[in-house]
């Protein structure tokens, strides 16, 4: 029944907020009951029949001839790909790194979601006939210009939000400070945790992970266990703002994370090798309600807090990647170069499709898969006139 509806069960049961989600309406909830608890069935069904090895494949319609590209192989363009598959098109995913999965493979670490996990789903895909191309950045290697003259008919572009944030402070360009998304991607993808493995990474001892969010929580656990002995949350607004799943934020802090909230990092001080040695912390209080509905924070005049770290990680967000959308010419865009698109999914150019990240900047596993199902049901539309 999952699979009617859903490519990747095993991830969703794992990863999605299901407690602002499907178990927040659940009709147990009006009656002052726990919800039922769809997250963990949803996780036990998928689990259930990978361990049986009796994993059953959806009906595939018969090869129709038409060729459609997909750009991503993160959760929207695996789910795009999947419902193409069923209606009989040659579906071909291209990838811009050496590893298939997307944000399930280098941004969500091992503990919350396994990569065995992941590459299941993703060779169930291949026995429906999906192509993958791996090592192939669309904008740069090749272009959706190139895509259209091998005769593919239509494209989604589910390139992500990649491209990190930072805050733009001084200091901020000293060693061992970096993104949430090179550190997970380091750990996750290129096995910096494995002392034998050539990709370096800094064993620090003293973490602070700038950010609330659930990738925030993902980057301090990942620190703890790389050996970490004090690892710190700065978060400028109070734990009630927290993006973060509870869920989330109740392991972090049963691993011994400390959560600094109201506190903002103004300030980088580096030792004589450039090395990150030091932050200065903004205190700060709840104002007014900001667009988000969550209340502002305001500096309190003076009142600053330095603290020793050997590392910072900036969890403050993310930006679409650029490549695709300044590739095409014609191609209207959204804020911070997001891909426009009708409810249809499809952007300015009707041949092209896209969803996740690239349109929404940071989201959800959930929606994006959602959006890859949406662009795939118009696609057909499109192409069967």
Known sequence: MLKATSALPAVCGRVCPQEKQCESVCIHVKMNEPAVAIGNL???AADFERASGKMTLPEVAPDNGIKVAIVGSGPAGLSCAGDMAKLGYEVTVFEALHEIGGVLKYGIPEFRLPNAIVDVEINNL???GVNFIKDCIIGKTITIKDLEEQ???AIFVASGAGLPNFMNIPGENSI???????YLTRVNLMDASNPDADTPI???KSVMVVGGGNTAMDSCRTA????AEHVFIAYRR????????LEEVKHAKEEGIEFLTLHNPIEYIADEKGAVCQVKLQKMELGEPDASGRRSPVPIPGAIETRDIDMAIVAVGVSPNPLVPKSVEGLELGRKNTIAVNDNMQSSIPTIFAGGDIVRGGATVILAMGDGRRAAAHMHEMLSK
């Open 42 to 44: 949803e996780r036990f």
């Open 126 to 128: 291949r026995k429906m």
């Open 151 to 153: 005769g593919y008919k």
């Open 176 to 182: 061992n400070i970096m993104s949430s998304n090179e």
């Open 202 to 204: 800094n064993f620090a």
């Open 224 to 227: 703890k266990r790389l050996g």
């Open 238 to 245: 109070s734990e009630a703002e927290m993006p973060a799943r």
